[in-house]
């Protein structure tokens, strides 16, 4: 079975610092990675995701993760933080049965 | 309209009540999925339908009935809930439900079981 552990529920950060969501996969088989956004009142939006190839992906709004096969991790980043990245952000894992089984979310807090 | 939209964006309704819940995607996808988001939990997946046949029933008590009468539309038909099922509801879209495949999300029905 595959499972999704995002390390942290809050990451409260200044405005133009650096920041990093860690997300931890378990699997028996190939994954697939994604990280979604979720602004307040609004769905989910694809930031970035890993498929195949180099294992440093880059997405939208500035974000982007770096696959670790060896320690089972898929963590976000980005090295300057806005006000207007304060959002929930979630990690899944696509499988096997090509279902998206999703971490906690982690809400990242960006602060003047 | 673009997207994956959602109607109502807010329902309030009594443990006695029957309400549906509208989901429509303008992607030209052929699968859509309802999924039930918590606080503090994580997305659960209730259900998937591929070319309007259900591929996938997570498990979901018979208080929740899904409906998909073509790939552009999927219904969450809702009766004698409990207080538990309220949560945010979100429909998604995708080409088709494999590995790797992106699934685009709507904005979601905030539901309160009174």
């Known amino acids: 079975a595959q499972s999704v552990t995002q390390l942290d529920s809050q990451v409260p950060v200044f405005e133009e610092a650096p920041v990093e969501l860690r997300c931890n996969y378990s699997s028996s088989v190939s994954v697939y990675l994604f990280w979604y956004v979720q602004y307040p009142n609004q769905g989910l939006q694809l930031l970035l995701k890993?498929?195949?190839?180099?294992?440093l992906v880059k997405g939208i709004n500035g974000f982007e993760a770096e696959f670790n096969k060896s320690q089972t991790s898929f963590h976000l980043r980005k090295p300057s933080v806005h006000i207007s990245d304060t959002a929930e952000y979630f990690c899944a894992v696509s499988g096997g049965t090509g279902k998206l089984i999703f971490g906690q979310g982690t809400t990242l807090q960006v602060k003047p | 309209e673009t997207g994956v939209t959602q109607t109502p964006r807010h329902l309030v309704m009594g443990m006695t009540n029957k309400k549906s819940l509208k989901c429509e995607q303008h992607l030209g996808h052929n699968a859509m999925y309802w999924y039930k988001q918590s606080a503090k939990k994580p997305l659960e997946l209730m259900f998937v339908?591929?070319?309007?046949?259900?591929?996938e029933n997570n498990s979901v008590p018979s208080r929740f009935s899904p409906e998909c009468p073509n790939s552009s539309h999927l219904f969450l038909h809702l009766h004698t809930l409990q207080p538990e099922d309220s949560a945010l509801y979100l429909c998604a879209s995708s080409q088709a439900p494999g590995k790797g495949i992106e699934q685009y999300f709507g904005p979601g029905t905030r539901l309160t079981v009174t």
């Open positions: 890993y498929l195949s190839g180099s294992t």
């Open positions: 339908y591929n070319f309007k046949e259900q591929t």
